[in-house]
């Protein structure tokens, strides 16, 4: 645990872009494969899609928004295939190409409540989890369910193997479901504990699964024979969201008191970054690696990687 207090300052990281509305909070940030989109989730249930070069507005998803009662948590681009996706603000997957930017998919129904999904990286293919348990895989590019399984309620985490075999379900109760997609065997159940889990995903850039306890426990998993390889405690509490590099071995996690770590898991060597705690502040890496994207306020802000030394807090700036 950490005992300093968060500084309400901004990280030092240069702004990529603005969120649109006044006063409309950016809750999700993704980027795409090529690494020239960017997604955000606002506060007023609008989805903004951005050139991540020149910072234009390529397109918006749901632009009536919902009168700031809802917002957007969760947007996402498939690595190499034209999808995108993005839960709206009642609980629906949306699906659409982004080539056109026409929706062509809508999957869940309102009264069952969409938590998470993830695309495989492999295939045209989309797994969603929902409030109740019910957890699917949708084949995109077919139009029809490939898999159905029942977890526990609110399963917040998905992700594919690398080899998209298996699906990885973090489940509410401290456990980590594997089921095979073809079959919809459960292969493995990895038990963490109800009051420990906070996060876990299989690696994007090593055949390893990562976990996050609440408490900054983080550790690498092998995902043959599911057996822990190392283990590092962050200066975390209360880990509300992390990312992923695709493409280095490169962890972030965020605590609620607005404290960001940005683990190197090869080295164990790691940094924080102070940013302002009363907000929600989303993290995701940039595809290349190179950065990492922070939503704060209205802005998204851009920290290059090699920029951040080993535990060493970035300076704040003024407010923008």
């Not at 955000?40 to 910072?55: A, E, H, K, L, P």
């Not at 998919?105 to 309102?110: E, F, I, S």
């Amino acid at each position: 645990m950490d005992d300093r207090q968060p500084m309400n300052v901004l990280v030092d990281g240069s702004v990529i872009l603005q969120h649109c509305e006044s006063g409309d909070q950016v809750l999700s940030i993704a980027a795409s494969g090529n690494n020239q989109l960017l997604s955000t989730g606002g506060q007023f249930g609008r989805v903004y899609i951005w050139d991540f070069i020149n910072g234009k507005i390529l397109h918006t998803f749901n632009p009536s928004g919902e009168d700031g009662l809802y917002g957007i948590f969760e947007t996402g681009f498939h690595i190499s295939l034209p999808y995108f996706a993005y839960i709206n603000p009642e609980g629906i997957l949306v699906v659409a190409r982004t080539d056109s930017w026409n929706e062509i998919l809508t999957l869940g129904q309102p009264e069952a409540n969409t938590l998470t999904f993830a695309f495989s990286n492999l295939f045209g293919w989309i797994a969603f989890g929902c409030q109740s348990g019910q957890i699917s895989v949708w084949d995109l590019q077919t139009n029809r369910e490939i898999l159905s399984y029942i977890t526990p309620p609110d399963p917040y985490v998905l992700s594919f193997s690398p080899n998209s075999e298996v699906l990885s379900i973090v489940c509410c109760d401290g456990t980590i479901h594997f089921v095979q997609i073809r079959s919809g065997k459960l292969l493995h159940e990895l038990p963490i504990g109800r009051e420990q889990l906070a996060w876990g995903i299989y690696s994007p850039y090593q055949p390893l699964i990562l976990t996050i306890s609440e408490h900054g426990m983080f550790s690498t998993t092998d995902i043959a024979t599911f057996q822990t390889l190392s283990q590092v405690s962050l200066p975390l509490s209360d880990v509300a969201q992390c990312s992923a590099s695709p493409t280095t071995p490169s962890f972030a996690a965020r605590s609620s008191n607005g404290l960001i770590t940005v683990l190197n898991y090869f080295n164990k060597s790691f940094t924080t970054i102070l940013t302002p705690p009363k907000n929600i502040n989303p993290i995701c890496y940039s595809f290349d690696g190179a950065s990492l994207l922070i939503g704060i306020d209205q802005f998204v802000r851009k920290i290059p990687l090699v920029t951040i030394e080993h535990d060493h807090t970035l300076p704040g700036i003024a407010d923008t």
